[in-house]
């Protein structure tokens, strides 16, 4: 059983079927890569995972627990944190006031705390999302507004603003997307030591095989909303079926 166990999910918008019968099983502390074409049902996948979209059908657990049904602040709380495909930051705010948007959420009426409910004062808080932008060395950029950052560091401040929530499952919407080169490998670099220094498990949608190659245990190929073969990355390389998923025949 992996920590993360899709099943049998379908997802429709209006005529297109975005997902058809998608079943994923991630083993804990692994990375595991989602590729495909443009369309495939990346994206759609990862909402269903962070209750931003709700399967027609099929089931999707989190360590034993179903994550369906749940508002995203209670997935949050469950320990999963997700990056998204375009960095959802506050420009005009500070890196800093950044920091703190994901730990409050509305409820009840009111904005709360939601994470270290009841642990931390303001201060500790505070003190966290220090170490946090430390991790992604990006703590001289503290009082800098996010809005002024180079497209590099909107992610790695996005990536910073996930790890403060302490997930155990973080998921990844193209996290190089639109990258240099350069940026792209401290990407990779940096999420190498987030693997090796927490309990971590990492879902991963990218378009850059070099992304992909470098930091996956398995791969699924997703193709028009189904998984179309799920394996280690030497045996997904010159795959007949990814070649196939990608230039749209037989290899
Ligand atoms: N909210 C929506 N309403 C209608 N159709 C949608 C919606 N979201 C996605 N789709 C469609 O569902 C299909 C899958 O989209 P999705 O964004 O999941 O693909 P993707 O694999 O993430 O693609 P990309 O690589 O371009 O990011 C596409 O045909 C898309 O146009
Ligand atoms: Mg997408």
């Known amino acids: ?53 709700i399967p027609d059908t099929g089931s999707v657990m989190f ?24 960095p959802e930051i506050f420009g005009d705010l500070t890196v800093f006031e950044n920091m703190m948007i994901p730990l409050f959420a ?13 642990v931390a004062a303001e201060r500790d808080l505070t003190e966290e999302a220090r170490r946090m932008l ?6 001289d950029k503290g009082d800098a507004h996010a809005g002024s950052l180079s497209r590099g560091d909107k992610r790695r401040l996005e990536m910073a603003m996930c790890l403060i929530q302490r997930p155990r499952l973080l998921l990844l919407d193209e996290p190089t997307a639109g990258m240099a080169r350069a ?11 987030i693997k090796e220094k927490r309990d971590i498990t990492m879902c991963i949608i990218e378009h850059d095989m070099h992304v992909v190659f470098s ?29 196939e998923a990608y230039l749209g025949e037989a290899a």
Do not use: W
């Open 106 to 118: 509305k409820r009840d009426g009111a904005f709360r705390l939601h994470a270290f409910e009841g």
């Open 215 to 243: 930091l996956a245990d398995r791969i699924t190929v997703l193709a028009q909303g189904t998984p179309l073969v799920e394996d280690t990355p030497e045996n997904i390389k010159g795959h007949p079926k990814v070649k």
């Open 134 to 139: 430390d991790e992604v060395d990006m703590l």
């Open 183 to 193: 940026d792209t490998n401290n990407t990779i670099a940096l999420l190498r030591t």
């Open 63 to 86: 360590a034993g627990q179903s994550v369906l049904g749940r508002k995203p602040y209670q997935i949050n709380q469950m320990g999963i944190s997700r990056v998204f495909q375009t």
């Open 1 to 53: 059983m992996g920590i993360l166990e899709v099943k049998d999910v379908n997802k429709r918008f209006g005529g297109l079927q975005a997902l058809g019968d998608v079943n994923l099983s991630v083993a804990e502390n692994s990375v595991h890569a989602i590729i495909g074409p443009n369309g495939a049902g990346k994206s759609t996948l990862l909402n269903c995972l962070v209750g931003k979209l």
